[in-house]
């Protein structure tokens, strides 16, 4: 039962992560179509940078303390390029450099989003797994 409530709690995680990403991309689109200026659109994607990284981190450290070993293994690669980021301090948007980095802001983003939507589906799987092996 307490596997049930740590897959429910990684779903809710990966999906505030997907919602982070989601909205980083709007905001890149925006500034794309010029809806908006590159001050706002740096402003609002760096205010949910950090958060990001924080969840993530978040969701790996709760794989290996929880014994999901296949799960934090597959998250490491993530992890690994967020802290490459941070500690090289290239995680936030330059205001000055936004429109010259625009398509590789949109490349990166777009990946992450596909490797969260395949975290989302291996949670899944795991979370139903673990309620039908509950129930027998």
């Known amino acids: ?24 991309l709007i905001c890149l689109a925006d500034l794309e179509f010029d809806y908006i200026n590159p001050y706002d659109s740096s402003s609002r994607i760096n205010k949910v940078v950090l958060p990001e990284f924080i969840l993530q981190g978040f969701l790996c450290l709760l794989y290996l303390l929880t014994g999901h070993w296949v799960m934090s293994l597959i998250c490491a690669p993530y992890l690994y390029y967020n802290v490459r980021l941070y500690t090289r301090k290239q995680h936030l ?14 490349k990166q983003r777009i990946f992450k989003l596909v490797y969260v939507v395949m975290l989302i589906f291996f949670a899944v799987f795991w979370m139903i797994y673990t309620a039908l092996e509950d129930d027998n």
Do not use: C, G, P, R
């Open 1 to 24: 039962m307490v596997d049930l409530f740590i897959w429910l709690l990684s779903f809710f995680i990966l999906v505030a992560l997907l919602v982070i990403l989601v909205f980083q």
């Open 93 to 106: 948007v330059d205001v000055t450099e936004i429109f010259n980095l625009l398509h590789w802001e949109k």
